[in-house]
Nanobody, 125 residues
Framework: QVQLVQSGGGLVQAGDSLTLSCATSGGTLYAVGWYRQTPGDEHEFVAAISRGGEHTNLPDSIKGRFTVSRDNAKNTVLLQMNNLKPEDTAIYYC????????????????????WGQGTQVTVSS
């Protein structure tokens, strides 16, 4: 059973940076996706990284401000968020699946089987 543990997040001002971490204490961390959710909305895709880190995928609206990386030796994936804006305020989730394929990223939430507990990011103007 894969358990994802998230850390990071908090309250920051517009223009600040934050790094979110997603780690697993058991099992292998395969491809990872990051999503965010605000009350009443569905999960919004934020970033994805392939199992070996060969490929990343971020929507154009976020690309250039956010980056995703991983350290497989530490079973950890990082979401670096720069120049944060108030509209980035949300609960952020990481997710992984059990597909061993390398060089593939997944956008749809249904592609993932395990989810982190979520972490709140609040950006004040």
């Amino acid at each position: 059973q894969v358990q994802l543990v998230q850390s990071g997040g908090g309250l920051v001002q517009a223009g600040d940076s934050l790094t979110l971490s997603c780690a697993t204490s058991g099992g292998t961390l395969y491809a990872v996706g990051w999503y965010r959710q605000t009350p009443g909305d569905e999960h919004e895709f934020v970033a994805a990284i392939s199992r070996g880190g060969e490929h990343t995928n971020l929507p154009d609206s976020i690309k250039g401000r956010f980056t995703v990386s991983r350290d497989n030796a530490k079973n950890t994936v990082l979401l670096q968020m720069n120049n944060l804006k108030p509209e980035d305020t949300a609960i952020y989730y990481c997710a992984t699946n059990t597909n061993p394929t390398y060089r593939v990223t997944y956008v749809l939430p249904d592609s993932y089987h395990y989810w982190g507990q979520g972490t709140q990011v609040t950006v004040s103007s």
